[in-house]
């Protein structure tokens, strides 16, 4: 039973234009987001994250949004970079991550020339 | 600031062998978390120690597990190695308990096992 789903395995996006990678979850109890972007060969890296308590979070050209009565959290990359494209991790916790971070199966992100 | 260590980078087993996996936090971090990274299922957690202690455990069998040492280096293990262990193990480390406060995760490059 996926908790996170990140239902678009990859999205092309022209360079200069908005990104907008989605993520819905279904666990209510959820308090804390996070997006991680993963490159081939590396660990993933930490983007942004976004407390329940809030509906955005802007950090430079990443903004995340959350809709909390729809249990739906989109990152807006405004402009799009050829470093950009990467897999971008939708992931989240509860109660001070009991269970650790759950995470979604990732969006392929690849920018266009 | 050195960041987190993760050996051996590849490895090859065959069914049933067991293997052991080994990651060094960044230092000062005494959490230490390990995921299971497969193309079907995504990340998925596996445990977490933090101050040598496992705190939480995910879903899965008992021939995984792990211990933290009193330097907080971490060290997993897969006993009787099936197929679909096949997966990059990735090891992050951070401050506090994985998800407390901010949830931040500082990742390794990961473990890339392949059972045969």
């Known amino acids: 039973d996926q908790q996170v789903k990140q239902n678009s395995p990859s999205l092309s996006v022209q360079e200069g234009r908005i990104s907008i990678l989605n993520c819905d979850y279904t666990n209510s109890m959820f308090d804390y987001f996070l997006w991680y972007k993963k490159y081939p060969a590396e660990g993933p890296t930490f983007l942004i994250s976004i407390s329940s308590i809030k509906d955005k979070n802007e950090d430079g050209r990443f903004t995340v949004f959350l809709n909390k009565s729809a249990k739906h959290l989109s990152l807006h990359i405004v402009p799009s970079q050829p470093g950009d494209s990467a897999v971008y991790f939708c992931?989240?916790?509860?109660?001070?991550?009991?269970?650790?971070?759950?995470f979604g199966k990732g969006t392929h992100l690849i920018i266009q020339p | 600031k050195a960041g987190v260590t993760q050996t051996p980078r590849y490895l090859i087993k065959t069914r049933g062998q067991q293997v052991t996996l080994s990651c060094s936090p960044i230092?000062?971090?005494?959490?230490v978390s390990w995921y299971q990274q497969t193309p079907g299922q995504g990340l998925q957690f596996l445990f977490e120690y933090f101050s040598e202690t496992q705190r939480n455990k995910g879903n899965f069998p008992g021939r995984f597990s792990g211990r933290q040492f009193s330097n907080s280096r971490s060290e997993m293990n897969v006993s009787t190695l099936e197929l679909g262990d096949s997966a990059l193990y990735l090891c992050?480390?951070?401050?506090?308990?994985?998800?407390?406060?901010?949830?931040?995760?500082?990742f390794g490059e990961g473990s890339r096992l392949t059972v045969l």
């Open positions: 992931a989240a916790h509860s109660g001070g991550g009991a269970d650790g971070l759950t």
């Open positions: 992050a480390s951070s401050l506090e308990l994985a998800g407390a406060l901010t949830g931040e995760l500082f």
């Open positions: 230092s000062g971090h005494r959490s």
